[in-house]
């Protein structure tokens, strides 16, 4: 194969890390408006739930890498 056999449980592994890290950062510290004007936050429980799927994802990537 072009890329390895074990090609997908690598990507499952980085979109769902991206997905997790990534929400919980834009919850933690919200961007900046350059104008100065405060942005509305993201809504929490969608969130919450993107945070969830991301480490579900994340964790069956790592697990089909081990196994």
Request: proline share 9%; no cysteine.
């Amino acid at each position: 194969m072009f890329l390895g056999e074990d090609i997908l449980p690598w990507l499952v592994l980085a979109i769902g890390g991206a997905l997790a890290v990534g929400t919980l950062l834009a919850l933690v510290r919200p961007q900046n408006d350059p104008d100065g004007a405060d942005l509305p936050r993201p809504p929490l429980v969608r969130s919450l739930v993107m945070i969830a799927l991301g480490s579900v994802a994340s964790i069956w990537g790592i697990a089909s890498l081990l196994s």
